[in-house]
């Protein structure tokens, strides 16, 4: 389907068709959900051993009772896992809580309130404060920048990961530039693994930028790889190299591993970095929750196993994304009315129609029981200007849910294309 | 021993026999602990069944999986313990993570930079913040604010609670005072219960008092009573009755009912209030876990089987407590060198020594091997002007090690006192 050489007759003739499709889906009563990033039943039930693994022995091998408080660090051998999933040395690593999102939510609070590091200016007496989001991204990482009323600046993805071009001169020329969201691994939508060149110079902002610049490194889909590992050059390493081990704070979790809600994050960042936020840590909590991390490392005690526990979810996954990408290139390969990515992991496939539809599409697939992501979901305040795409995520429905619901989907992306020609024809 | 009415000649052969006890025991090369406010292994064993628990069994009563992500408010059961704890209705409570002190951090923070409630002015944008302080209170209360920069104006504790006469009239007066930190059974430290008069003034403190005034009402020891059951009146049903439901916010947690470090924390508030607060919370979080909320909620399911399992805490810490006022009032019942509470429950006896020797009861103590909880933690900014509380903490040590450690510290208190009173002589 070629939508821009079609002759009025073809577009009414598909018209009439499609029309006809997307009534009789209508009429289905399905209840089909595409939305968000989230484990399946048997995906999570891989971890189900969690319960009971302890076999009440609470002692963790440096003897800590983590039945206890304290403990603000986390068990050594967890801040090893976590180390070995951030690529970073383990007394760079501290273990908070379920959830790695609220470790990004307290650094930028208490850099807002205190400054980053252990003396930089507060977010909150600078006079202006900017983050570059890369975009399409992560709605929730935009949610909160949104909420300490901080300018967003969209900066393009490539699939080598953000424009750097773009960043290095937006940085170097502007320091109220205080941040910038990155998903480096399987980037949140678009599956991208950013190149070993991106993230060398990503290393080197820290030495044109603001002092209290930081680059949150969200490395959520560190090891969610669909076939093969695939390597992420360490932006810590190279830090290191050119001294700018302050401008970087890494995060990740065991969501996507173990259990999505009661599983355990960790953060990654300098000594100067942590040990300003510790200080305020240390004041908001009596220490993060020691037994489920002694559980986590009972199922999981090295990175060996680690891979191994994520060669399951693989197996669960691929048959699903093969479902997406399988629809996408029967209905769209030869066409002219949408592209799409492709990933070798994380849990998204993004999706751009032709400008102008995204909103309408996904209008169409929820009234016909298909719900998909709201469109601009992926922009900062929600606002795609080309109104084009959408984040499509297998990993929760069954195959045969996924297989309906992208017949739905195909439909509608066909459909609104067809009625945009037409209105326009 | 009457300090007061000694003769120097009695001073004296007081200080030959205390200066040789002191030497004896500093020799012994003791390791004892009554700092800080601790469950100990024994009562920790009392929840290890937490543990397995679940069987496999990742299904709430409602249907929730609860390993996937969400649940923002807890789990329906969870919501219903915790309000059996607050006192108030189910729809109220929040069900947070592991840490109480993280809910109170949370809504200070929220407070900052949005305001309370739905609407309130940013405590930030105020021209000055102020809290009162109830001493001697709980330093984690005190350094919360103090981290925010908020002033901090000590209120004395009456055995009845705070002085609300002083109270009532400062509220009214400084608009300025946007809270106050209670913990209302069992205070910390004096283990006093705020009566039913003190409460019920409290709830009607926020008819006088500023729009975005709010009580911090910490029932960390709800249902820690040493022997029966004792009431506290409900704040929130008097607080119904004067309309001022919106002034007060409840916190408590199981973290001293099942693990100090893995337990469930709660809040209660007006719906105004719990709207306000989740409205970022759910920025920074995915949910709460969930997975530890049926943990417990197998092992407890209900008031009635909390408090059955209270008791069994309580014969644990009976004896402990039982021990250090056993040595108070064997050493210091018939002089004039201390008083101290004899709390019916909580975690901490209070004892005041002399004026200005607090200190250096504490540091002769702890250079004798037996460590004390720092004098002042107990007053904001660490300073107890007239030098003469310190917090006792029983539950940790063994019941042997808590008598060793008291008859250090009568020694270290009788020779400080006897100093004193030979330097003033």
Known sequence: MHIHTASKSQLEAWSTELEADYADISQR???????????????LDLANALDSDLGGDYRAPDGTDVRNYGGLDGLPDMKALGASMLEMPSENV???????????YQT??????????????????????KFLCPVPGYDRHFAITQAFGIEMIPVPMTDDGPDMDVIE???????????????????????????????????????VAADNFRILWDNAYAVHDLDE??????????????????????????????????GVAFMGASAANLNGFKQQLGLATIGPDKVNQLRHLRLIPD???????????????????????DALEAAFADSDLAEWTSPQGGYFVSFNSRPGLAREIVRLSGEAGGVLTPAGATYPGGLDEKDRNIRLAPSFPTQADIEVAMAVFVVCVKLASVRQALAAA
């Not at 501290?94 to 990004?104: D, E, F, K, P, W």
């Not at 992420?232 to 050119?242: A, K």
């Not at 990175?303 to 997406?324: D, E, G, I, N, Y």
Request: aromatic letters at 8%.
């Open 229 to 262: 590992f695939q390597p992420l050059t360490s932006i810590f390493t190279h830090c290191e190299r050119y001294g700018t081990q302050d401008s970087v704070i890494q995060f990740t979790s065991t969501s996507k591993v173990t259990f999505a809600g009661a």
């Open 94 to 104: 501290l273990v908070g809580g379920n959830s790695s999102l609220t470790l990004m």
């Open 29 to 43: 009563g399905l209840k089909l959900d595409l939305t968000r990033g989230k484990p399946s039943a048997i995906q």
């Open 303 to 325: 990175r060996s196993s680690l891979l191994q526990h994520m060669a399951q979810h693989a197996a669960l996954l691929r048959p699903k994304f093969a479902a997406v990408l």
């Open 108 to 129: 930028i609070a208490f850099a807002w309130q205190l400054g980053v590091g252990e003396s930089g200016t507060p977010w909150s007496q600078e006079p202006a404060v």
């Open 169 to 207: 001169c937006l940085v170097a020329d502007d320091h109220a530039i205080k941040g910038i969201w990155c998903v480096p691994k399987y980037a949140n939508p678009t599956g991208c693994i950013y190149s070993a060149d991106t993230v060398s110079r990503m290393a080197k902002l820290g030495a």
